[in-house]
């Protein structure tokens, strides 16, 4: 017998596909890869880096609240 779905399995659900709409998005958007820079190197700065973990971060919470339905406006 299956039992009914309880909140918190719910919530995991909605987080996982959260997480696969992130991936989609930052994949498609190109989001979070490195800058190829002109001397070959593809390191980016570390502020670079922050800001781009600060993107993907806010990124997958409005894909959350995508998920869940609600306006983030």
């Known amino acids: 017998m299956e039992q009914p779905a309880t909140l918190s399995s ?5 987080e ?6 992130l ?8 989001v979070g890869r490195p800058a190829v820079g002109s001397t070959g190197f593809t390191t ?3 502020s ?8 993907l971060l806010e ?3 409005r894909c959350l609240q995508a998920v869940e339905g609600k306006s983030g406006r």
């Open 10 to 14: 719910a919530a995991r659900r909605n």
């Open 16 to 21: 996982d596909i959260a997480l696969d709409l």
């Open 23 to 30: 991936k989609f998005v930052a994949t498609t958007a190109g």
């Open 44 to 46: 980016p700065s570390a």
């Open 48 to 55: 670079k880096a922050d800001d781009q973990v600060a993107h």
């Open 59 to 61: 990124l997958y919470t």
